[in-house]
Structure formats: C-alpha cells, structure tokens
C-alpha cells in the first residue's frame, strides 16, 4: 500500500520534559490509525509534529510533502481542547471551515453526520459538552479530507454519541479516508484502529493491529473469584491451605489472592465449573465470578508499567501454598 | 478566487461574533459617547484658557484618534490571545487561510465596527461641540481613508502585541500602556507647544501623529494654507507604517504551539 504518512526519528522537548524521543512511524493510506497512552504521553505532541504545528526534530511526510507545504485540502484536524468562536450556531461554525476550501461536504450532510441536524442553529456556547465536540468533528469533516487526524474525538461524548462517531469514521474510513486519531478509550481504538501504536515516555513501546497487540501483550484470560465476607472478620477468610486448583488447571492457570479477591490467570471459560468446585471443596464461600478475556486495556496496563493492583485492589494475600505475605507487593504463584 | 471565499467566510464569521457579543458592541459605541462628552465639555471651557484652548475643530482628529486607536489594538490583540488559547490557530495552520487573511478579515470586521463608531462620534462632535469642519468630497473621502488605514495600522500593532502577549490579560495591560501615552502625544489633545522642544521629536516616533496631523489637514485646517501636501504626505507615511505593521503582525501570528 501506499503511505499516507512517514515520520521518522520525530524528537520534540519542552525545556527538560522530552515529549518526543524518536518517534518512527508509517501510516498506509486507507488505514485507521489510533496512537493510545497515559497522559503526557506525548499523543498530543505527535499529532502536532504529524500536522506541521509543532515544530519538532525529525522528518514528516504527509502524502509526500512536508506538513505545511501540502495541499491543505486534503488535510483535517481536530485538535485537542478545541473551542471554535463560541457565539456562532454549529451551522455557521460548519459554515466557516467549509469556507476556508475550495471543495468539500454540504454543510447540512455533514451536520446530519455529526448527529446536529436539531441543535444546527444553537450557538456554540449553549450546547452541551458532547455537541460540542461533535461540532468540533464536523469542522474537520467538511472539507471532506484525505486524511483526517483527530486527538480525542469522543472525548465528553455520551456512549450513545460515542458509537453513532464511530460508525461515522467506521464510514469514513470504508470510503478510503485515513484517520489517525488519539483516545483514551481502548474500546475505541479497538473497534477503529487498523493498528495501534501505544506511546509511552515519548516513544513508542508497540505497534500493531489490535489484536495482535492483545495476544502478544494482553496475557490470559482471567476469571476474579470476589470472596465473600467472614462474619468473624474484616473481609474473606485467607484460603484454607489445602486450597489448590484442579489437576486439569494445574499445568496452565496459576491463581494468587489479590484483596479480597481470588484471580485465576490462564482459565478458560469452560472450565470456570472447575475451580467453583475446587473452591466448594474447601468450603470457600464467594459473593461473585467474573471472566475476562485479554483486552487492550490489559496491554496498555501491561506496556505502560500501570497496572490495576496498584490502582485498587491493595492488601496481598498468598498464592499457590505459601502463607499470607505481611504485605504488598503482588507475588503470582503457580497452581 | 480561493482567497477573497477565504476571507469573506472569516469576516462573516468575525462579524458575526462581535455582534453577537453585546457588551463589546455597546462599549464599542458607548466609549466614543463618553469621551466627546468629557471632552467636549470641556473645550467648551476654551475662553478660560487651559489646556483644551483650541478650537473645538482642532480636536476632531483627537477624538476619531480614541476609537481608531484603541478599539482595534484590544480587540485584535484580545482576539489573538483568545484564538491561541483555543487551539484555533492550531487548526486554521491545517486549512488553506494564510495568517495574512486571517488578520486581513480581522481588520475588515474592525473597520467596519470603527467606521460606524467614528461616524456616531463624529456626528456627536459636531453637534455637542459646535467644532466646524471642511465637509466637501475631498475631505470625506480624506476622512474615510485615514480612518481605514489609521484602523489597519493599529490591527497589525494589536496583532503583534497578541503574539507576543501570553493571554488576554496581559494583552489589555500592554494595549492600555502602549495607547495611553500614544493617545495624547500625538498632537491629538494637545498640541506640540504645550510639550517641552525637547520632547517634540519624539511625537514623530507615534504612527498615531501622521493620523493626527494628516486628518486635521484634510478637514480643519484651510486648504489655501496648503493643507493638501500635509494631507497627502501624511498619509502616505500612515499607510506605509500600516503595511508594515501588517506584515509583521501577519508574520508573528502563532502558528505552532
């Protein structure tokens, strides 16, 4: 395929903080293209040095030019924490970037797109948070552009909003348009993104299509056992010492306490009837099970070095056949 | 043709959202109010003697000075600051709108707004201050040209002053400080004898001078006293200062973060 868009070795500092390390990357035309990461990851930043708006060290082509020299056209942005004249109705703002190109969409269309076909004539500044960042997506829209950045589109979006947006870039992106975008929501990434690059400490740590990333990154499925609570106590009993996972689990799950929780790594869903049975043999009550499968959120907890222990569920217990540690950190043990 | 669709959609939408801003519409208008009446009372006290001593006629440029001045320097550079804390520019850098016709439909929609400001406070002029001024064609159209080039000026100064400025705030502090002293040492209110000789010079330094000078030529003082060279000069000076300003107002606009 043909790219759209090559950067290579992108490097940007603000005084000490270094935004961007070295960044490579290649986007095909046609491809959806999400970058994810923590805050301060530098997404917002790459997205800048993408455009032409930051000045970065490094090299970028966009369709074969630099940013600020190619047709501008063929380009949208929407950037972050983006407000538009706020005294103008969403169909005037529409109206006003539409303005600024030679081509582009009927105002009105890309107004039905963007879900404000009702709430077209209202100022900006009287609509609510979610219209008003579905205003913002139509300014990038209406010129109808070959490539489309767009840092955080969703971002205040209800998740009604949130998915009508997806279907409108899932559309966008059927009809050949290349859209790089940043978000903090996994599931978005996942549902759009061709490949996902996860940006950390200003560099990238992976690059790939969604579920690659999942199956290299994300780790095994999961089943969380929430313990119930000791009448005697303050919270579940500790695992009785004979605890142990069964003989068809043994070899591929591990288990490890994590709160007031039991987490079974590396079970399968069919087997969830075998450790409830282990736990009834020992005589462990439980208030609930949940099983989860390996996610992109498990990838960026994993990429990031973030991980949800250390977020929520303090206070460690044992694992395998040891004794309860006196505390944190996590041990993982095998079954 | 992509150009004038370019500036035409920013002016429209500049237009509209100054309209729109009702408080800024009022003092946009209200402020010329005030000052020809302050001002006008007291040249009233010409037989007095004082520092308002001339004829009322005299300060006409003074007081078209206070909105060709003033307006433009805080409403652009206001704009500017408002536009880079808004990510605005950051968006515009990505459409075909140059900086230039950015500021280009910025100084349209100023022009327009100060025109109409300097119309009432020239019609308030002559009716609350009894100045009499030359009202043939050339004058008029003296009067209109300095004013739109005198607001293109002080457009491409607000721009610069907004570039440079970190917000809002300090643009209102910069424009105050810089438009005071400007306002009043620029043969407006007060005429060149009243400052020390060594002072004087100085006075050619404020773009707002050439305004001042170039615009009582051309309507108050008599044309046989060879009034047209000053006029034309003047302005000639003014509308170079203007392009200048201009461009480097264009040139600072920010485009990156």
Not at chain 2, 187 to 216: I, N, Q
Request: hydrophobic letters at 45%; a negative charge; aromatic letters at 8%.
């Amino acid at each position: 395929m043909t790219a759209a868009l090559v950067a290579e070795d992108l490097r940007r500092t603000y005084g000490e903080t270094v935004a961007l390390d070295g960044v490579s990357l290649s986007v095909d035309a046609g491809e959806v293209f999400a970058l994810v990461g923590p805050n301060g990851a530098g997404k917002t930043t790459l997205v800048r040095a993408l455009t032409g708006t930051t000045d970065a060290e490094g090299s970028v082509s966009v369709f074969g030019a630099d940013p600020r020299d190619v047709d501008r056209e063929r380009i949208g942005l929407l950037p972050q924490e983006f407000d538009p004249p706020e005294r103008l109705t969403a169909r005037e703002l529409l109206a006003y970037y539409r303005g600024l190109y030679d081509g582009g969409r009927d105002v009105d269309a890309v107004l039905a797109d963007v879900g404000l076909s009702d709430d077209a004539d209202t100022w900006y500044e009287n609509l609510s948070g979610g219209q008003r960042r579905r205003t913002c997506v139509g300014s990038a829209l209406v010129n109808d552009p070959d490539l489309l950045f767009l840092d955080e589109p969703t971002t205040g979006i209800d998740p009604a909003g949130r998915r009508a947006l997806w279907r409108l870039l899932e559309d966008l992106a059927a009809g050949g348009t290349t859209i790089v975008l940043t978000t903090h929501y996994m599931a978005e990434a996942h549902r759009l993104a061709d490949r996902v690059a996860l940006l950390a400490d200003g560099d990238l740590a992976a690059v790939d299509d969604p579920d690659a990333l999942v199956a290299e990154y994300g780790g095994a499925s999961r089943l969380v056992v929430d313990l119930a609570s000791d009448p005697g106590r303050d919270g579940p009993a500790p695992l009785p010492d004979d605890f142990a996972l069964p003989d068809n689990l043994a070899r591929a799950a591990n288990w490890e306490r994590r709160g007031d929780a039991l987490v079974v790594t590396g079970v399968d869903r069919t087997a969830i009837g075998d450790v409830v049975d282990a736990l009834d043999a020992v005589g462990v009550a439980y208030d609930a099970l949940t099983w989860k499968q390996p996610d992109l959120e498990d990838v960026y907890l994993d990429l990031t070095g973030e991980s949800v222990v250390g977020r929520g569920r303090a206070g460690i217990a044992r694992s395998g056949s040891g004794s309860e540690p006196e505390s944190p950190p996590v041990t993982e043990g095998d079954a | 043709m992509s150009a004038p669709r370019r500036v035409r959609a920013s002016f429209r939408a500049g237009w509209h959202s100054f309209l729109r801003r009702r408080t800024a519409v009022f003092f946009t208008f209200f402020f010329p109010l005030i000052i020809v009446v302050i001002f006008g009372a007291l040249v009233r006290t010409e037989p007095t003697g004082g520092l308002f001593a001339e004829d009322p006629g005299y300060y006409v440029p003074g007081y078209l000075a206070v909105v060709v001045l003033f307006t433009p320097l805080s409403r652009v550079g206001s704009e500017v600051a408002r536009y880079r804390e808004s990510n605005r520019f950051e968006k515009l850098a990505t459409t075909p709108l140059s900086r230039s016709e950015w500021l280009l439909a910025q100084t349209l929609v100023n022009v327009v707004v100060i025109g109409l400001a300097a119309l009432l406070l020239l019609a308030l002029v002559l009716l609350l201050t009894g100045a009499e001024l030359l009202v043939g064609p050339t004058a008029l159209a003296a009067l209109v040209a300095y004013v739109v080039v005198g607001v293109a000026l002080f457009c491409g100064l607000g721009a610069i002053l907004g570039s440079l400025a970190g917000s809002q705030d300090g643009v209102i502090a910069a424009s105050n400080s810089i438009a005071l002293p400007l306002l009043f040492l620029s043969e407006t209110f007060v005429p060149p004898e009243m400052l020390p000789a060594w002072f004087r010079p100085a006075m050619g330094l404020s773009p707002l001078t050439y305004f001042s000078r170039g615009v009582r030529a051309a309507t108050f003082d008599p044309i046989d006293a060879g009034a047209v060279a000053p006029a034309v000069s003047n302005f000639a000076i003014l509308v170079a200062l203007a392009l200048a300003f201009l461009t480097i107002g264009a040139a600072t606009l920010p485009r990156t973060d």
